[in-house]
Nanobody, 116 residues
Framework: QVQLAESGGGLVQAGGSLRLSCAAS????????MGWYRQATGKQRELVAD???????NYVDSVKGRFTISRDNAKNTVYLQMNSLKLEDTAVYYC??????????WGQGTQVTVSS
């Protein structure tokens, strides 16, 4: 059974940093595109960043230069380092795994709140 367990969310002041982690179980991690999505109140869920099994990355424009996605295949874990956080980064952040075009899996989400 595939499970994604996020951690690392919390409350931080604007300009601060947080690191999110997502540990995957179920044997799919190594060949999955891993991603971080976020959903702010009243808005649609959006892709923040993703990373291929070989380490290729993709970011939404609003986080480029501030966030870094990485993965540790030995630990079955994907990370999102978030620096220079802004108020508009406040959202629930979800981990996503896509082992193929027909399936994907989601974590339960972790709240990130940026205060002024």
């Amino acid at each position: 059974q595939v499970q994604l367990a996020e951690s690392g969310g919390g409350l931080v002041q604007a300009g601060g940093s947080l690191r999110l982690s997502c540990a995957a179980s179920g044997g799919i991690f190594r060949f999955s595109i891993m991603g971080w999505y976020r959903q702010a109140t009243g808005k649609q869920r959006e892709l923040v960043a993703d990373i291929t099994p070989r380490g290729g990355t993709n970011y939404v424009d609003s986080v480029k230069g501030r966030f870094t996605i990485s993965r540790d295949n030995a630990k079955n874990t994907v990370y999102l380092q978030m620096n220079s956080l802004k108020l508009e980064d406040t959202a629930v952040y979800y981990c996503n795994a896509r082992p193929n075009k027909e399936s994907e899996y989601w974590g339960q989400g972790t709240q990130v709140t940026v205060s002024s």
